[in-house]
């Protein structure tokens, strides 16, 4: 089946950029997501990027996609300490619409 | 309401007891769904429901799991003679359409602990 993996942590101070990395499996993906999960709320979709695309920018962030490696990653320039949360990596494929298949987060820490 | 609501936001249960678990979707989404997070671990999909059509429950891990949804209103959850790997965060999530472009809107979670 689909699989995404993370690092499950990422450490940078304050004003660095923060680069955090997922790899997938699924060769169907279509739509590749990045989402937020601040401490005690849901997830947030931040951005998305379809998969004939290499780059996205939207504001802060930068979503590169490698289709040959099956790699993303999201960018975030000028880290700030309000970007402290998890970051998942998620996937859809060709397949279904209802099955997106979520990464194990990556915990974000920005020190001030 | 503005957003995805859960109820309660955190439950503790004994081993054996039943419970259940609210979600209010955004009004007007026709999708909705339900996804388990274990701690450290990535969102496990549970069941999907768009509209009046049969659900999608490939993903409930047990008989001990159902959920049901009224139309396009709240959905609930029910996990019957609870274990203590039922603890988790339990996520709703809705959508305002299916296609390949959807988007979803999670809730707040609801944090099961199974004592």
């Known amino acids: 089946g689909e699989d995404v993996e993370q690092s499950l942590f990422l450490s940078v101070r304050e004003g660095d950029s923060s680069v955090i990395n997922c790899t997938y499996t699924?060769?169907?993906?279509?739509?590749l997501y990045w989402y937020k999960q601040e401490p005690g709320a849901g997830l947030q979709l931040l951005t998305y990027?379809?998969?004939?695309?290499d780059m996205k920018q939207d504001q802060r962030l930068t979503v590169l996609l490698n289709k040959k490696d099956k790699h993303l990653s999201l960018r975030i320039a000028d880290t700030q300490t309000g970007d402290s949360a998890i970051y998942f990596c998620a996937e859809r494929n060709s397949g279904g619409y209802q099955k997106v298949t979520f990464g194990t987060g990556t915990k974000l820490q920005v020190i001030p | 309401g503005a957003g995805v609501s859960q109820s309660p936001s955190n439950k503790v249960t004994e081993k054996g007891k039943d419970v259940e678990l609210r979600c209010d979707p955004i009004?007007?989404?026709?999708?909705l769904y339900w996804y388990r997070q274990r701690l450290g671990q990535g969102l496990e999909f549970l069941i999907y429901f768009q509209g009046n059509s049969a659900p999608d429950k490939s993903g409930l891990p047990s008989d001990r799991f159902s959920a049901e949804r009224t139309g396009e209103s709240v959905s609930t959850l029910t996990i019957q003679r609870t274990q203590q790997e039922d603890s988790a965060v339990y996520l709703c999530?809705?959508?305002?359409?299916?296609?390949?472009?959807?988007?979803?809107?999670f809730g707040p979670g609801t944090r099961l602990l199974v004592l």
């Open positions: 699924d060769s169907s993906s279509t739509y």
């Open positions: 990027i379809f998969s004939n695309m």
């Open positions: 999530a809705s959508s305002p359409t299916t296609g390949i472009q959807e988007t979803q809107y």
């Open positions: 009004s007007g989404h026709t999708a």
